[in-house]
């Protein structure tokens, strides 16, 4: 079985792998989703290494984990915005039965 070390490494390493070929040649930032899954591992890498009781890699992935947070900070739920509608057009009610002028229905060609 992986250790959960190596599988957590090995996920950050390819996400970040992943980020530097999709923003290669090009300016661009984290979307808010990809600054909470570094964090989030980031965050499980430190427990990792704090219960093996090496606290200086702890150390080192929670500052990770942390400015990833901060980035990730918004502002709350999106805020509503008017909006301009048409005024809805007035209901029209039509009778389509046709009744009138034809007595012979052998007569419709």
Not at 18 to 46: C, I, K, M, Q
């Amino acid at each position: 079985m992986v250790s959960p070390r190596w599988s957590l490494s090995f996920e950050l390493a390819t996400a970040r792998m992943l980020v530097w070929l999709g923003g290669w040649g090009r300016e661009g930032e984290l979307t808010p989703d990809t600054h909470l899954y570094f964090f989030e591992n980031y965050s499980r890498l430190a427990d990792y290494y704090r219960k093996r009781g090496d606290i200086r890699k702890a150390q080192r992935f929670s500052a990770k984990a942390e400015a990833h947070r901060a980035v990730e900070e918004d502002d709350g739920p999106p805020y509503a915005a008017a909006m301009a509608m048409p005024r809805p057009r007035p209901i029209l009610r039509t009778n389509a039965v046709g009744h009138s002028g034809w007595r012979n229905p052998d007569d419709a060609a």
